[in-house]
C-alpha cells in the first residue's frame, strides 16, 4: 500500500477528533480519560470480513456503520446510552486510504446518530478485515433480559426481516428494481437503528441480533415466562405490506424473514403500552408459543455471531 | 471442529465467572453493568495471529496473558488502575476446546493479577486467530505523556530489551540452553508485569510496547522537553549483566534490545526519584539524546504494532 500506518493514524485522529467536554484525554495518550457515571455499562462486538460482512456487498461507509450499530445497539437495548466507543480494525494492506477514510466517517456516522464519542481503539494488519468494537455507556437503571411480566406486551422499535431479505437478494443474486428491494439491501449493508424510540418503561430487552425467535427465547428463558408471537398483529405493522410482497416475488415466507432472520438490530421489549410494533404478549409458563412457520426456523447460519 | 459456539461460550463463561461486587450484570445480557468512578480510563488493543503471535512459539495460556498485559500496561501508563475487560476472539475453528480454554485461562490469569474482572466479549469465525480487548480503568489523578519537567530523572519499571532477545532466539533459531535464554524466551511469549511498582508520583508515564525510544520521543515530544538517555546508568542495572552475556553470545548489540526493541510493556516515567531502574533524565529542548547504538536504530518491524 502507498502509505503508512502513520498515515491512517492520521486521518482517523482527524475524523474522530472532538471538543466534547466529557472527554478528558483524547486519542493520542496511552488510553483515553473520560467522563463516566457510577454505573457503566460495557460490550463488545466484533465483525469479519466474508464473515459478517463481504467488501463487494456493503460500502465501507455502511460496514463501519453496521458494526457501530451493532455495538450501540447492545448498549440502548440494556435502556441505556451509548457513550463511547472503542474501533480496533485489522487491515490487509490492500485498502486505499480512502476505503479507510470511509470506514471510519462510516463509524463516525453512527457514533454521531447515538451521541457517542470515538475515544480510541488499534490497528494491526491482518489476512482479512476485522473491526472489533467496544461501546461504554450508562443507564440510571438497566433493562435486563429478565424482567418481563406475564401480562405484558412484546414490541420492537422497528420492523425485522430487513436484513434477513437484502441477504436474500444477494446470495441468490436476484435484481429486482423496486424501493422495497433497494430498501432490503440497504438495511443489510447498514440497519437504520431508531435512536428515537422510547423504550424506558419496558420490563425487558434485547437487541434483535441473531433473531427475534433466538432473542424472544432468551428473555422468556432469563423471565421465566412464555412468550407468545402473534403473526396477525404483526401482519398489521405499518411496513408488513411493502415487505410481503417482495417475500412473494422471492417465493419465501415473510415471517422466516421476520422473526428467524438477523442483523436487524431493531430492539425487542416486553412492557405495557410501549411505542413500536406490537408483536406479542407475555404469558406464564416457558419458550415460545405462536409461531406458525412454512419451514423450521433456521438460525443465521450465512453471517454466524454469537456472543459471550 | 468437534464442538459448538455455545460450548465455547459455556467454558468461557466458568472461566470469567465472578461474584465481585463491582460487576451488577454480568456476561449473558446484551451488556455488563459495572460501577465506575466519575472518571474512566478506556483503551484497546489488538493481536493477529502470526503478526503479534505465532502458535508454534507461544502457548495459548501465554497468547492470552500477553495481549492481556498489553491492554493493561496502557491503563498502569496513565497511573490507573485496571478494572475491567472485555475480549474478542476470532477463532479458525481449527482450535481444539482445550487451546480455547487455556487462552481464557491465560486471560483470566493476568487480569487476577491486576485486580481486574473480564466482563464480556464476542466469539467470530476468522482465517486467523484475533484477539481485541479493551480495557476500563480508573484513576483518581491520570498521568499523561505531556507532564515531562526539565530535572526530572527518566525510569523504567524494569530492564526492557528481554522480549527482543527473545524474538531473536525464536527468529535465529538459535538454541542457547541457559536460563538467560529460558527467561527471554518467557518474557517474548508473555511479558511479565510489575504491577507493585508505585510510579504514583511521576510527571509523565508511558507504555513500553514499541520501544524505549519511541515512547521517549513520545514523551518528549508531548511534554516539549529533551529526554537523555544515559547508557552508562542503564548498564548498571541488575539485570543488566544477565542480558548483556546473551546479547554477547548472540553478537547483538544489547542496546538495539533495551532502547529499540518492543513488546515489553515495562512502564516509562520521568520524575523524582521513583522507584525502578534510572536509566535518563529530561533536559530542556526537545527530541532524544545521549544514544550510542552500533546501528541506527531499527522500529519493531516483526510485530508491526501501532497505536492509534
Given amino acids: 500500500m502507498g502509505f503508512q500506518e502513520r498515515d491512517v493514524i492520521s486521518v482517523l485522529q482527524k475524523i474522530f477528533a472532538t471538543s466534547d467536554s466529557r472527554l478528558t484525554v483524547g486519542i493520542g495518550d496511552d488510553a483515553a480519560v473520560v467522563s463516566t457515571q457510577s454505573q457503566s455499562i460495557i460490550t463488545s462486538d466484533m465483525a469479519v470480513e466474508d464473515v459478517h460482512f463481504k467488501l463487494e456487498w456493503s460500502s465501507p461507509f455502511d460496514i463501519g456503520r453496521k458494526i457501530t450499530a451493532a455495538n450501540i445497539a447492545d448498549i440502548l437495548s440494556m435502556g441505556g446510552k451509548c457513550d463511547y466507543l472503542t474501533a480496533s480494525v485489522a487491515l490487509t494492506g490492500n485498502e486505499t486510504l480512502q476505503w479507510i477514510e470511509n470506514l471510519a466517517r462510516g463509524i463516525k456516522h453512527e457514533a454521531d446518530l447515538a451521541g457517542s464519542l470515538i475515544v480510541g481503539g488499534d490497528i494491526a494488519r491482518g489476512p482479512k478485515i476485522v473491526i472489533s468494537m467496544t461501546a461504554v ?115 419465501v415466507d415473510i415471517f422466516q424473514w421476520i422473526l428467524a432472520g438477523g442483523e436487524d438490530h431493531a430492539l425487542l421489549a416486553t412492557g405495557l403500552n410501549l411505542p413500536g410494533i406490537r408483536i406479542g404478549s407475555v404469558l406464564s409458563g416457558s419458550g415460545i408459543s405462536g409461531v406458525d412457520m412454512k419451514k423450521a426456523p433456521v438460525s443465521w447460519s450465512h453471517f454466524n455471531h454469537a456472543k459471550n
Fill in 137 to 251: 455507556g450508562s443507564s440510571p437503571t438497566p433493562i435486563l433480559r429478565s424482567g418481563a411480566k406475564v401480562g405484558d406486551g412484546l414490541y420492537l422499535s422497528s420492523l425485522t426481516g430487513w436484513s434477513a431479505a437484502g441477504l436474500e437478494l444477494l446470495t441468490r443474486e436476484v435484481s429486482i428494481n423496486s424501493e422495497t428491494a433497494e430498501k432490503a439491501l440497504s438495511e443489510f449493508s447498514a440497519p437504520s437503528l431508531d435512536y428515537e424510540i422510547n423504550f424506558s418503561g419496558a420490563t425487558a430487552m434485547a437487541d434483535v441480533s441473531d433473531s427475534v425467535l433466538v432473542q424472544a427465547e432468551q428473555i422468556a428463558d432469563a423471565s421465566g415466562v412464555q412468550i407468545n408471537i402473534d403473526q396477525t398483529e404483526i401482519s398489521q405493522a405499518a411496513e408488513f405490506a411493502e415487505l410481503v410482497q417482495l417475500a412473494e416475488e422471492l417465493k
